[in-house]
C-alpha cells in the first residue's frame, strides 16, 4: 500500500522506516487530556503511532470551549476523554484509541500495575504527590515517563526514565572518522599511489583533500618526531605547509584541504564519553544485560585489540573536490574497512552472548552494523527519580540561576511551580484561581515559597515580587497557546524516546512565556 | 465561593490575562471586559500560508481570544502534507488550503470567522495587508517572507526626526521550521529588525559546481541534478520541468541511475530524486505546534499588551537535547525596506521616465522595469498591458506634479533588482525630496513647528 507510506514521507526523511516502525509498535497513555496533554497526543497521533488511550474523569466546561480544539459546544456535559478520543481518532484511523473515564489521581492509587501496559506514559497538570507517586510505578514498571504542565504563561516538560540508552543519536554537527592522522595500512597503501606533484595541471586539482592531508600529516610527523601539530603557531605552519602545494590559486581541493587541517590536529582515539560508557558497571555483560550493553562490552574489546585505541570506522566520506575515479576508489576502502572491523565486532558480540548463555545470533548483522556506524555517537541517559529532585536538588545550581539574570525567570518559576502545589495542598485552592482574595494570596505564596526554599536549603535566596505577583495572577490557567508549546515539546520527547533516536533532553525545562528565557534545568 | 449559578466565560483562562493587572506587561495594558471584548470584535489577524504551521497558527489564534481572521495560501492539499497539517483529511486532497482550514476552524471554534484567500501573496493589492491590526506568517521560502516584509513595511512613515509614525506600524510574526529545529521572531518595523535588516541569518542554498554534475561527479545528488538541470534541458528543449509531473520525475529518476551506472556511484532511488528536485524540507508535527504556539502567544501579548513580549528573536532546536535561546538582533539603521528609505534628491524638473532610469542606475538599488506608487495612487505600471497603457501618459510628466507638488514623501517602487547575481522581484521604499520647489516654505515651518 503506496498511500500510508507517501502520507509520512516527510517524517520518514528524519527517522526513516525503522523510527517509524518503533513508533507504531508504541503504545501511549496519556493523563488529563486538557489542551496540554490532548496537544501533546494530537502529534503523536499524526505520526502514526500504534496506540493511544485517554485517562480523564472531568466533563466537558463551557471554559474548556475557549482553550481545547478537540471539544466542542455539542459536547459539553461529556466525558472530556471520550470526546477527546473520537477527534484524534478521527485525525488518523490507523491509531487504535481508547479512553477511560476516571480521575488519574484515583487510578495511580488504585490500580498502579494498569501502567505497566504501556511504552510510554505522558502525564500532563498531575499536581504535586501524584507525581512522585506516578514516577514510583512507571520506574518500578520500566515504563518511560514524560511529565508536562502548563501554568498560565509559565510551565514544564521533563522526563524520567532510569536508563535510556541511544545508538543512531544523529548528533548535529559531529566530525567525519577520516583518521587522517592515524591511517591504517590500506588507505597509506592507496594514498602512496598518488603523487601531489602530478604535472597535469587538471589531474593535481582533482585529488582528494584526504589523501593530501593523510601525505602531509605523515610528512609532518616524520619530521616532528612521530607528533602532531600542537600549539597555535606549528597548527598555522602546516596549513601554510599544505597551501605551499597550491599551483595555482583557483584549486577547490587544497582549498577545502586548508579548511579541513583541523582534521588532522583532532585527538587519535576514542573521546571521553565513549571511554566513559565503556568503563560503566553495565559494561560488565551478565545474562540479564541489554543488547546495548553487550555490544558496549564487543567495543571494549575491540579498541584495547583489533582496534588498536580506535573505535570500528564509521565508514562514509563527505563529498569534496576530486575525479569521480578517486573518489570512488577512496570511499571503496573506507568501506573495506567499515566492513571488516564491522566482521570483528561481530565476532566478538556473538562470543560474548555464548559467554553470558545467550543465543549468539539473538542480536541481529543489522544492528551490530548499525552500533559500529555509530560506535563514536552512543549516548547513555539516566534521569534522577522527580523525588529525589524534589528532596536533595542541586542548591548550587538553584543559587547560581536565580543570581543570573538570563536564568533567573525560569528558576523563578521552578521554584514557584513546586510553591503553588505546596499552597494547593495548605489551602485547598491555587494561588489566583478565585478573583477576590488577590492580595492575600500573593502575602501567602510569597511566605510558601520562602519556605520551599528553606526546605531545599537556599537560605538567603529571593524571588522577585513581580513573578510572584504574575503567578497569582495566572490562577492556574491553562492556555491554549501555552499548552500547545509545551504539547508540542513533550510529544517530540516521546518520539525520541520511543524511536530510539535523536538525544532527549537531560533536565527539566522550565517554559517562561514572558520574555522566552525559557531554561533547561539539571537539578 | 465560586456562584454555582453565574454562567461560566467560555474564555475562563484567558481571562485571567487580559482581565486582571500584572507587573510585567507591556506599555499600553488596560486589563478588563472592554480589552477582551475589542480583541474578539474589532482586531483582525492575517495569517500567511495554510500549511504546516498556517494550521496550527489558526487553531492557536482562533483560542487566543481571537474571532475575526484571515488566511492565504496559494497552494492545493497534497497527500504528503497529512502527517502535520492537521485540518487536513484524505478527501481534501486536491482542494485549495486555505478553504477547508477555515472551514474546519470555523467548524469547530463557534463564533470564530475566517475568511480564506486561494491566491498569491503578491496578487492581492497592498491596502489588502494594510486592513489587520497584526500579520503572522507560517511561509516556507525566504522570497515569500520578503515579500510580506516589503509590505508590512511599506506601510511604515517616520516623523521629522526620523521617528517612525506608531500608527503605521504594523507588526509581523514569523515562524519558520526544518525537522527538528524552528524558530520564531517579532518584527516590528521601525522598532526591531525587519527580515531584510537581518538577512544575512540565512545561508545561502546549496548549489552544485556545474563542472562537478557535468564532468566529476561523485555521489547520488550530483547524477540526480545532472539528470534534473543538464540532461533535461537538453533532451526537452523549451519543455519546462514540472517536479509535480510523476512521468517528469521518472524521466530524472531514471537519467540519474544510467549516469550512476556509468560512474559506479551507488544511492540513486526515487525518494533521494524527489527531495534533492524539490529540496524537500523533512517536517513533522511537534515542531510545526511548537514555532506556532510561540508565534501566536507573541501576537496575543503584542495585541493585548498582557505580557511583555519576545525580544526579538528565539531559535529552537530539539533532535540533540532541548535547546531554546533568545536573541535581541538590533536594526540596521540604512535598512531599504524598514529604514526611513533612500533619499533620492531631485529637481522638480525631473520626469517620471527619467526618475524610472535614474532607479536602474542608482548603485544601492539596480531597479529595473519599475514601477510606481505614491500613497494609493499607481503612477506607473509596467504590466498588465492595459494598465501599462493607461498609465503611459504619466511617463513625461515631472514627478513633482504627479506627487502633487509636496516638496518630500514616500514612493514604493517595485521592480526587478540583481541581488546576488540573482534576479529577484523587489519592492523598495524611497524617500524623495524635491530641490528647490516653490511654495513650499509655509509647509517646511509648519512641519518645522
Same mark, same amino acid.
Request: positive net charge; hydrophobic residues 25%.
Given at each position: 500500500m503506496s498511500e500510508p507510506k507517501t502520507k509520512y514521507d516527510r517524517q520518514l526523511r528524519i527517522w526513516g522506516e525503522v523510527g517509524q516502525a518503533a513508533l507504531e509498535e508504541a503504545s501511549i497513555c496519556l493523563l488529563n487530556c486538557g489542551p496540554t496533554g490532548s496537544e501533546a497526543l494530537k502529534n503523536l497521533v499524526l505520526g502514526g503511532v500504534g496506540s493511544i488511550t485517554i485517562v480523564d474523569g472531568s466533563k466537558v466546561e463551557i471554559g474548556d470551549l475557549g482553550n481545547n480544539f478537540m471539544v466542542d459546544e455539542k459536547s459539553v456535559g461529556e466525558s472530556k476523554a471520550k470526546t477527546v478520543c473520537a477527534f484524534l481518532q478521527e485525525l488518523n484511523d490507523s491509531v487504535k484509541a481508547k479512553f477511560i473515564e476516571e480521575s488519574p489521581d484515583a487510578l495511580i492509587l #488504585?490500580?498502579?500495575?494498569?501502567? #505497566?501496559?504501556?511504552?510510554l506514559v505522558i502525564a500532563t497538570q498531575l499536581v504535586g504527590d501524584s507525581v512522585v507517586k506516578l514516577d514510583r510505578i512507571c520506574r518500578e514498571a520500566n515504563v518511560k515517563l514524560v511529565f508536562a504542565r502548563s501554568y498560565g504563561l509559565a510551565g514544564f516538560v521533563r522526563v524520567s526514565v532510569k536508563e535510556h540508552t541511544i545508538v543512531d543519536s544523529k548528533p548535529d554537527h559531529f566530525l567525519d572518522d577520516l583518521r587522517l592522522n592515524n591511517p591504517w595500512p590500506e588507505l597509506k597503501s592507496f594514498v602512496e599511489t598518488i603523487d601531489l606533484n602530478v604535472s597535469d595541471p587538471v589531474a593535481h586539482k582533482h585529488i582528494p583533500y584526504v589523501v593530501i592531508l593523510v601525505k602531509m600529516a605523515d610528512e609532518w610527523t616524520q619530521s616532528h618526531s612521530g607528533n602532531l601539530p600542537s600549539t597555535r603557531e606549528e597548527k598555522k605552519e602546516f596549513k601554510d605547509f599544505v597551501k605551499s602545494k597550491m599551483i595555482s590559486m583557483d584549486e577547490d581541493n587544497y582549498k577545502e584541504a586548508i579548511e579541513a587541517a583541523f582534521k588532522v590536529f583532532a585527538p587519535r582515539g576514542i573521546s571521553s564519553e565513549i571511554q566513559q560508557i565503556s568503563n560503566d558497571t553495565c559494561a560488565e555483560p551478565t545474562s540479564t544485560s541489554s543488547d546495548f550493553w553487550v555490544m558496549v562490552a564487543a567495543l571494549k574489546e575491540f579498541v584495547s585489540n583489533e582496534g588498536d585505541g580506535e573505535a570500528p570506522l564509521e565508514g562514509s566520506i563527505p563529498d569534496m573536490t576530486s575525479s569521480t575515479e578517486h573518489y570512488i576508489n577512496l570511499q571503496k576502502i573506507y568501506l573495506a574497512k567499515a566492513e571488516a572491523d564491522f566482521l570483528v565486532m561481530e565476532e566478538r558480540v556473538r562470543n560474548i552472548l555464548k559467554n553470558i548463555g545467550r543465543d549468539p545470533s539473538s542480536i541481529s548483522k543489522p544492528t551490530i552494523k548499525s552500533f559500529c556506524k555509530n560506535a563514536r555517537k552512543l549516548k547513555v541517559c539516566r534521569y534522577r527519580m522527580v523525588e529525589e529532585e524534589f528532596n536533595n536538588p542541586s542548591v548550587t545550581e538553584i543559587q547560581k540561576c536565580l543570581a543570573d539574570e538570563d536564568y533567573s525567570g525560569a528558576m523563578g518559576f521552578y521554584i514557584l511551580l513546586r510553591a503553588v502545589d505546596r499552597f494547593a495542598a495548605n489551602y485547598n485552592k491555587f494561588p489566583g484561581q478565585f478573583d477576590g482574595g488577590m492580595d492575600e494570596d500573593i502575602s501567602r505564596l510569597k511566605t510558601t515559597a520562602l519556605s520551599l526554599l528553606t526546605d531545599l536549603g537556599c537560605n538567603g535566596s529571593v524571588l522577585p515580587d513581580d513573578l510572584i505577583n504574575e503567578m497569582c495572577r495566572f490562577g492556574a490557567s491553562e492556555l491554549h497557546v501555552v499548552a500547545a508549546f509545551l504539547g508540542g515539546i513533550a510529544s517530540q520527547e516521546a518520539i525520541k524516546l520511543v524511536t530510539k533516536q535523536f538525544i532527549p533532553m537531560l533536565g527539566t525545562y522550565i517554559f517562561n512565556g514572558i520574555d522566552h528565557k525559557s531554561q533547561l534545568l539539571t537539578l | 465561593m465560586a456562584d454555582l449559578e453565574a454562567p461560566q466565560s467560555k474564555t475562563r483562562d484567558l481571562d485571567k490575562l487580559l482581565l486582571r493587572a500584572g507587573n510585567l506587561v507591556g506599555p499600553d495594558f488596560y486589563p478588563g471586559t472592554e480589552l477582551r471584548d475589542d480583541m474578539r470584535d474589532y482586531v483582525r489577524i492575517l495569517v500567511v500560508g495554510a500549511g504546516g504551521l498556517g494550521c496550527e497558527l489558526l487553531k492557536d489564534l482562533a483560542l487566543s481570544g481571537f474571532r475575526n481572521l484571515d488566511v492565504i495560501d496559494m497552494d492545493r492539499i497534497e497527500v504528503t502534507n497529512l502527517n502535520r497539517q492537521f485540518l487536513f483529511r484524505l478527501e481534501d486532497v486536491g482542494k485549495p488550503k486555505a478553504e477547508v482550514a477555515a472551514k474546519r476552524v470555523m467548524e469547530r471554534v463557534s463564533g470564530v470567522e475566517i475568511v480564506p484567500h486561494f491566491s498569491r501573496i503578491e496578487d492581492k493589492e497592498l491596502e489588502f495587508y494594510n486592513d489587520f491590526n497584526i500579520i503572522a506568517l507560517g511561509l516556507d521560502s525566504i522570497e515569500a517572507r520578503r515579500y510580506i516584509n516589503g509590505v508590512a513595511c511599506g506601510f511604515l512613515e517616520y516623523d521629522e526626526d526620523d521617528t517612525p509614525r506608531r500608527e503605521t506600524i504594523k507588526p509581523m510574526v514569523d515562524g519558520g521550521t526544518e525537522g527538528f529545529k524552528g524558530h520564531a521572531r517579532v518584527i516590528v518595523p521601525g522598532v526591531t529588525p525587519c527580515f531584510e535588516c537581518t538577512i544575512w541569518l540565512f545561508p545561502p542554498q546549496v548549489k552544485f559546481p556545474l563542472c562537478t554534475l557535468a564532468e566529476t561527479p561523485r555521489n547520488a545528488a550530483h547524477c540526480i541534478e545532472y539528470a534534473h538541470l543538464i540532461k533535461w534541458p537538453e533532451v526537452h528543449g523549451g519543455k519546462s520541468f514540472d517536479p509535480d509531473v510523476p512521468e517528469h520525475m521518472k524521466w530524472v529518476y531514471d537519467e540519474a541511475i544510467k549516469r550512476a551506472e556509468l560512474f559506479g556511484i551507488p544511492g540513486v532511488t526515487y525518494s533521494l530524486t524527489q527531495g534533492v528536485v524539490k529540496n524537500i524540507i523533512p517536517a513533522i508535527a511537534s515542531t510545526n505546534a511548537i514555532i506556532s504556539a510561540a508565534c501566536a502567544l507573541e501576537t496575543l501579548k503584542i495585541v493585548s499588551g498582557c505580557s511583555k513580549t519576545l525580544a526579538n528573536y528565539l531559535t529552537y532546536n530539539g533532535g540533540e537535547g532541548l535547546h531554546t535561546k533568545v536573541t535581541e538582533f538590533v536594526r540596521d539603521q540604512d535598512c531599504l525596506v524598514c529604514g526611513p528609505g533612500i533619499l533620492i534628491e531631485l529637481d522638480t524638473s525631473i520626469t517620471l521616465q527619467k526618475f524610472i532610469d535614474m532607479l536602474e542606475e542608482h548603485p544601492k538599488l539596480l531597479l529595473s522595469k519599475a514601477s510606481v506608487k505614491h500613497g494609493k495612487d499607481s503612477l506607473y505600471m509596467q504590466a498588465p498591458p492595459v494598465l501599462e497603457e493607461m498609465h503611459r501618459?504619466?511617463?513625461?510628466?515631472p514627478l513633482y506634479d504627479l506627487m502633487g507638488r509636496v516638496q518630500k514623501d514616500t514612493v514604493h517602487v517595485f521592480g526587478t533588482a540583481l541581488k546576488n547575481e540573482e534576479k529577484q522581484s523587489s519592492l523598495t521604499k524611497l524617500r524623495v525630496v524635491f530641490k528647490g520647489a516653490d511654495g513650499v516654505t509655509d509647509m517646511d515651518t509648519a512641519i518645522g513647528a
Open positions: #488504585s490500580n498502579p500495575c494498569f501502567f #505497566s501496559n504501556f511504552t | 501618459p504619466n511617463l513625461s510628466k
